[in-house]
């Protein structure tokens, strides 16, 4: 069955960092373009960072110079590297894989920053 299982959120304080991972099964992982959604609490959910199968990335503005999203096709794991956290990043943040006319979520891994 398709899988997709993000760890590595925590609590962190402003300033620092994590890096998010996401590991998946049950599907061929290359084919597909693959995202980093977040949830804050009130909030819609919104687009963090995506890769295609060609490993072009796109980000939101917010976050643009401080993240950094990047797959190992391999190991079939996309990762979300996070520096210079604000508490304005905390959220659920939620690992996708899109294919035209499918896609699969993970369960979400929370990140939390503050002081």
Known sequence: QVQLVESGGGLVQPGGSLRLSCAASGFTFSRYAMGWYRQA??????????????????????????????????????????????PEDTAVYYCNAYFPNRDYWGQGTQVTVSS
């Open 41 to 86: 609490p009130g909030k819609e959910r919104e687009l963090v960072a995506s890769i295609n199968t060609g490993s072009r990335t796109n980000y939101v503005d917010s976050v643009k110079g401080r993240f950094t999203i990047s797959r190992d096709n391999a190991k079939r794991t996309v990762y979300l590297q996070m520096n210079s956290l604000k």
